[in-house]
C-alpha cells in the first residue's frame, strides 16, 4: 500500500488546480479516497471525529450484500439447469454458481458504469467531490431484478433512479425515495412483460426446450392466482425458488442483516419493526380468512419475494427512511403491514415490498415531524409541571 500511496502522491498534482488534467479533479478525489482515508480533518463547527467515513460504510453495505449476491448467482444456475431437465444432483454447485456469475455480472457491470457515469459526469459539472452512494445502489439494483432482464433496461432503470432520484434532488443524502426501489418501480411500470409473469425469471427460459411440467412462476404469483405453491416453507427459507436475483434466500439475507447490524449501519429499530408489522398485518389477514390467501401463515408472508431484502437493505436506507427512533418503529411497521396488505387485496401487484417503501419513504418525514412535535410537548409539559 506504501507504494500505492507514492504513486497516487506523484500524480496528484496533474489533477489539482493548474495541472494539465485539474478539470479531473473530483474524480481522481474519489478514487483516492475510495483507496485511502483522507487526512483532512475538520476544524471549526460542531463535528464529530471518526475514523468511519461514507465510503467505508457503502462498503460496509456492499459485504452485507455478498451472502445473497452468491447465492443468487447459484440460484439461477439451479433455476436454469432444473427448467432445461438436468436435475440438481447432475448439477453440480460450482456449475450452477459459474452459470449464474457469468449471467448475472453484465448486469452488475451495466448497473455500475451507467450509474457511476452519470455521477461522475455530474460532479465534474457541478465542481464537486464525487458522491459515495452509488457504491450500494449498484449492487442493489442488479440484485432486484429478474436474470433475463435485458442489459438495455437495466441501463434505462439504472438512469432514471440516478438522474430522477438522486441527481435532481441534490446527489446523495439529499434524495426522497430510495434509487434501487425507484430503478424496480421504472422496469415494472414501462416494461412489466420484463419484470414479471412466468418466463423472466429463468435465464434462457423463453427461448424454449423446458419441461412441461416445469413453472417459473415465483410462489407470490401462483398465492395471487390461487394456486398452490409448487415449492415448500423450506424451499423460501433457503431459496431454491425462481425470483429476482438477491431475494430469494432468507438465510442469505439473514446473514447480511447481522452483519449491518454488528457493524452498527444499520437501523434495529427500522429492520425489526418491518418484520413485526409483516407478522402482524399476516396474522390480522388469518383472523378474517376470507380467502386462501389470508390463510397463509402470517410468518410465511416474511420468507416470500423481497420482503426480507425490502426489510434489511431498503427500508433501512438511512437517507430514506425515518431518523428519530420512534419514528423508525412507526415507518417499519407501516412498511411491513403495507407489504402485506398489497400483496393478499391487490393481486396485480404480488410483491407488494416496492410499493410499501416507495410510499413509506415519502411519509418518512412527516412521521420525524409528528413525533419530534410531540417530544416538544411532552417537554413543555414537564416544565410546566416543575414551575
Known amino acids: ?44 463547527g460542531s463535528h464529530i471525529r471518526d475514523c468511519v467515513d461514507l465510503k467505508r460504510v457503502m462498503i460496509v453495505v456492499v459485504l452485507a450484500l455478498l451472502p445473497a449476491a452468491i447465492f443468487g448467482m447459484y440460484n439461477v444456475g439451479l433455476q436454469h439447469f432444473t427448467a432445461f431437465g438436468e436435475m440438481a444432483a447432475a448439477a453440480s454447485i460450482w456449475k450452477c454458481f459459474w452459470f449464474g456469475f457469468w449471467k448475472v455480472l453484465p448486469i452488475i457491470v451495466v448497473s455500475y458504469v451507467v450509474g457511476l457515469g452519470i455521477e461522475f459526469t455530474m460532479a465534474q459539472i457541478r465542481g464537486e467531490e464525487i458522491n459515495e452512494g452509488f457504491l450500494v445502489s449498484g449492487m442493489l439494483i442488479p440484485l432486484v431484478m429478474p436474470v433475463d432482464i435485458p442489459l438495455w433496461i437495466v441501463a434505462l432503470g439504472t438512469a432514471f433512479a440516478v438522474i430522477i432520484g438522486k441527481e ?45 411440467s416445469f413453472t417459473g412462476a415465483t410462489p407470490l404469483t401462483q398465492l395471487a392466482d390461487g394456486i398452490a405453491p409448487h415449492t415448500t416453507a423450506m424451499d423460501w427459507f433457503i431459496g431454491t425458488i425462481p425470483g429476482s436475483i438477491g431475494e430469494t434466500s432468507f438465510v442469505a439475507i439473514m446473514i447480511g442483516a ?26 390480522v389477514f388469518n383472523l378474517i380468512g376470507a380467502n386462501d390467501y389470508m390463510l397463509l401463515p402470517a410468518h410465511h408472508h416474511l420468507l416470500l419475494g423481497g420482503f426480507a431484502f425490502g426489510a434489511v437493505f431498503m427500508a433501512t436506507d438511512p437517507v430514506t427512511s425515518a431518523q428519530t427512533n420512534c419514528g423508525k418503529i412507526i415507518y417499519g411497521l407501516m412498511i411491513g403491514a403495507l407489504a402485506v396488505l398489497i400483496r393478499v387485496v391487490n393481486p396485480g401487484y404480488p410483491e407488494g415490498m416496492m410499493l410499501a ?26 416544565v410546566k409541571l416543575v414551575k
Not at 260 to 267: C, H, K
Not at 357 to 382: C, E, Q, S, T
Request: overall charge positive; charged content about 20%.
Open 168 to 212: 435532481v434532488f441534490g446527489g446523495t443524502g439529499m434524495n426522497v425515495f430510495n434509487p434501487a426501489i425507484l430503478a424496480r418501480a421504472f422496469v415494472f411500470f414501462s416494461y412489466t412483460s420484463h419484470i414479471s409473469g412466468d418466463q423472466v425469471w429463468v435465464e434462457g427460459l423463453a427461448k424454449g426446450g423446458a419441461l412441461d
Open 1 to 44: 500500500m506504501k507504494a500505492l500511496r507514492k504513486y497516487v502522491d506523484k500524480i496528484k498534482p496533474h489533477f489539482s488546480k493548474g495541472g494539465k488534467f485539474a478539470a479531473l479533479e473530483s474524480t481522481f478525489e474519489g478514487f483516492e479516497t475510495f483507496l485511502f482515508v483522507p487526512n483532512t480533518v475538520t476544524k471549526k
Open 357 to 382: 417503501i416507495l410510499f413509506m419513504n415519502g411519509v418518512a418525514p412527516l412521521i420525524d415531524h409528528y413525533v419530534v412535535g410531540a417530544n416538544i410537548r411532552r417537554r413543555n409539559k414537564r
Open 258 to 283: 447481522a452483519i449491518l447490524l454488528f457493524t452498527g449501519v444499520a437501523s434495529w429499530r427500522t429492520m425489526l419493526s418491518v418484520f413485526a408489522g409483516g407478522y402482524l398485518m399476516g396474522l
